[in-house]
């Protein structure tokens, strides 16, 4: 009975903001299914896992090379990534060093890029829901305004201010969806400016220390 009536109630408030509500309605379910992809996919991606990373990089710093190698083997998450390509770079000798940065770079911006997808939207969805929880008020403001118009003297103070609150429904529905969307946003943005921080961290070390064994053994000369 409870779950009926609070479907009840809540079909009321659907059918009291008129469309506005509707797309605030489903732009708060979109919001809803955002958040948990985008969660899902950033631990799929490894936002949160570094200290492999980190470890890799402190063995390559004290120049055991192999052992930074085989830590990041097999490894998926973006810092680790970053790192396995300026690890291989510096190891095969292959490239020079403006081009070994270049390909970390293209890795980085590509991790960074898949880590990013879905924040435009969460942007674009808390920036629209206040401006259509306004449009929902001022059309219900209207109405409730040529109500009062055609009612004349006979005007009912009680029912123009029931078709105002009603109005103002969807402008509280608006600020509550821009405001989760925005929390999620910015959280989702330090998560992702934390991980590029932390592989440009990672890549300017490995690239700029442990040298290649030629130059090593010609060092020890």
Known sequence: MEIEARWSE??????????????????????????????WRLLLMGAWAGRNTENAVGMWVKGDR??????????????AVVARAAIEGRITGEMT??????????????QLGQARTG???????ATIAPLLGLLGTVLGMITAFQTL?????RADPAALAGGIWEALLTTAAGMAVAIPASMA???FE??????????EDAATRILTRGGHPASAATAAE
């Open 10 to 39: 809540a079909w009321s408030f659907l059918l009291m903001g008129g469309p506005a509500i509707w797309a605030i309605a489903a732009l708060s379910v979109l919001t809803l299914a955002l958040i948990l992809w985008k969660v």
């Open 66 to 79: 192999s052992g930074a190698r085989t830590t990041l083997e097999g490894r998926k998450s973006l810092r």
């Open 97 to 110: 060093e403006d081009q070994q940065r270049e390909e970390v770079e293209r890795v980085a911006n590509r």
């Open 119 to 125: 924040l435009r939207a969460l942007e674009l969805i």
């Open 149 to 153: 118009q055609e009612a004349g003297s």
């Open 185 to 187: 946003l910015a959280w």
């Open 190 to 199: 330090s998560v992702a400016d934390r991980a590029q921080d932390d592989m």
